[in-house]
Each structure stands twice: as structure tokens, then as C-alpha cells.
């Protein structure tokens, strides 16, 4: 598929997931408090969609990833946030 | 529809990896409706600890008679995978005890292996319960469906376990298949020889594009998609839907095919007991 036809097929879409970014932005910045590693790590990771690089969502994948290498010593919670607590 | 033997057929699909005890009969309906042709199911966790290793043992039960025959109601084949799920490995006492009970269901006919094992935040319980889990399998010549942590843990936690898969003896890796890959863990897991499983789910795994886009740069020599529904945000027909968006950017019929159907029944096809139709396309 040629790049118009890539652009017709998902442009509406990605336009809508952008806009939803931005007003998500808008939103955490008319609250009260400061921005947390979820959203540090958020504002960084928008930096790699401007880069000319490819890859970009395996750079924003990895720059949102616990980048240690040794088990941790307990599970505690089984859910994820989503970011490193680390960022 | 897809084109075998000359003849046109409705869309055909496995999903290799469904948790239907969470699921409603309508989905199972629908399912078979969209063109499934089998269903897997991996063990899992329940949303909430089990207390006991006679409470494992019903869930196995359940996953090897009570399943198969609800799906049998719409004549859908019905495959599970036994294990204890990651997310219970901290309590080692009790899943000690999981473990010794899992090898007597390893012969029922609907069993294909150990699965899903893996990791879930990558502790040191975790990783020693995966070890233990795949020294069952190799002990019983099991096949192994890993379980992949979700999001931030997910780049660690593929890589401790791609590292005690590759150093443990007896793994062969075209055996294995290692689910839940995304742009940043699908290259290390088909680099090293296995199968990869790509989970299609709203908000947390990946996409129907994103996975199309795998596909499209990875190839789909070892790739399967699946939609792992369980008891949350998840949709049982996320494989047929993405055979759909997969027509719009212009893959055939006989690649959709190969992808959804031909590639789950190469990789299951390796156990004896996973028996659906194995005609190909023209």
C-alpha cells in the first residue's frame, strides 16, 4: 500500500487519537498537582513522534519500560501503570 | 471468504488462545459464526487468589470436561493449557502444591501443554515458579505458551525469560510460542528461534494495525494472532476483525488465511491431539 493509501486508510483516525492526546494534556494541566512519572514519561515519549528516526512506537514502548535487568524481590500489586516508577 | 481446493469458503480462523470459562455462551456463538474452527484456553488467574490447591484442581477439571462441552454445544473444538498463572507464583507453598497435581491431567485429550507461564512483575518468586513450570514441560515433553508481562514490565520481563528458556536443556524453541509480543519484544523472541503470539486487545496490548504492521515487517513464518478474552476489556472476535482490516490494506485471501488458520494449526499441529481440519488453500 502506497503512502496515500496508508494516509486515507487511518489519517482520520490517528487525527482523532492525537486530539484526544492534546485535550488529555490540556485536562492533567487545569488540575491541581504536579505531573507524575506516567506523565513525565508521557511528555517524553511525544519528543520520539517528531523524530525523523523509524521505530518510533518500539522507542516510545521501550522509553515507557522498566529499563532494569534483575527480578525484583517481590511481586506486591499485579497490575501495571504503564510507565516506570523509575522515570 | 477464501478459496480452497476452488471453492469458495467462508473466512476460517483458530483462536489460540482464549479464556472462555469468563466469557458468555453468546460469545461462543459468535465466535463460530465469524469463521473459528477451534478455541484454545490457557490457564489463568481468576481475578483473585485461589485459596487451595483442591481449588486449582476443579479449575482444571473444569478446562479439560466442563469446558470442552460447552463449546461442543456449537461444535467448536475445545483445547486448554495447564499451569499456574504468574500472577500466583508468590505464595511458593501453595504453588508447590499446584505444581505436583498438574502433571495427572497432562494426558487428557484435550491438553496441549503447559500454559500460561511466564512472568507478571518479574520477581523472584515468579521467575523460580517459570523455571520450575518449564522443567515440568520438558520433563513430560510438553509444549510451552509463555505468558509476556504487561506494559512497562513487558521489555524486562521478555528478556529474563527468552535468557531461561534459551540456558534451560531439553527447550526446543519451535515448541514454544511466546504471546503478547509488541514492536519492542517481537524481534528478541523470533530472533531466538520461537514462535511469537501477537494479543489483539482495546487499550493494553496491541492494535488491530499494530499488528498488521508486525506482520508486514516481520513476516508470518512464526506468527500467530489471538484475542486472549478473558474477564475483562477484551474481544472475542479481535482475530476476525483483524483479518478485516487486513483486507483493506490489501493482503490476499490465502495470507489472511495462512496467518489466522494455517499458522496456529502448524505451530498446535506439533501435538497429536490437536486435530482440525488441515486442508490448504489453492
Known sequence: MNREGVTDLYFAEARSKLVDLAAFLDRVERSEGADDFRVKSLRAALKELSSSEPEKAKRILVLLSDPTTEPIAEAGEKSASGAWSGF | ?282
Open chain 2, 1 to 282: 471468504m477464501v478459496r480452497l481446493l476452488g471453492t469458495l469458503i467462508p473466512m476460517r480462523y483458530i483462536e489460540p488462545h482464549a479464556h472462555m470459562v469468563s466469557r458468555v455462551t453468546d460469545d461462543y456463538a459468535a465466535m463460530v459464526t465469524a469463521g473459528c474452527r477451534a478455541v484454545c484456553e490457557p490457564s489463568f488467574w481468576a481475578g483473585f487468589d485461589r485459596g487451595s490447591a483442591e481449588g486449582f484442581h476443579d479449575y482444571f477439571c473444569q478446562l479439560t470436561e466442563h469446558e470442552p462441552k460447552r463449546a461442543a454445544r456449537f461444535g467448536l473444538p475445545h483445547y486448554a493449557w495447564l499451569c499456574l498463572n504468574p500472577k500466583e507464583s508468590e505464595n511458593l507453598a501453595l504453588a508447590a502444591e499446584v505444581l505436583a497435581i498438574i502433571p495427572e491431567f497432562l494426558d487428557r485429550p484435550n491438553v496441549l501443554g503447559i500454559g500460561e507461564i511466564g512472568l507478571n512483575k518479574n520477581s523472584r518468586n515468579e521467575v523460580a515458579i517459570f523455571e520450575q513450570q518449564v522443567e515440568i514441560a520438558v520433563k513430560h515433553n510438553q509444549m510451552i505458551l509463555v505468558h509476556t508481562p504487561h506494559l512497562e514490565d513487558k521489555w524486562k520481563g521478555t528478556r529474563l525469560i527468552v535468557d531461561i528458556l534459551k540456558r534451560t536443556p531439553g527447550v526446543n524453541p519451535a515448541r514454544v510460542i511466546i504471546d503478547h509480543v509488541e514492536e519492542h519484544t517481537v524481534a528478541e523472541v523470533l530472533d531466538a528461534g520461537f514462535w511469537a503470539g501477537i494479543t489483539l486487545y482495546p487499550l493494553s496490548k496491541c492494535t488491530p494495525a499494530r499488528a498488521i504492521d508486525m506482520v508486514e515487517v516481520y513476516g508470518t513464518q512464526r506468527l500467530w494472532l489471538n484475542c486472549a478474552c478473558d474477564w475483562g476489556h477484551s474481544d472475542p472476535l479481535a482475530v476476525p476483525k483483524t483479518a478485516l482490516e487486513m483486507k483493506k490494506r490489501g493482503h490476499s485471501e490465502a495470507a489472511i488465511d495462512q496467518l489466522i488458520y494455517g499458522n496456529p494449526l502448524r505451530f498446535l499441529g506439533q501435538n497429536p491431539k490437536f486435530q482440525v481440519e488441515k486442508s490448504v488453500l489453492d
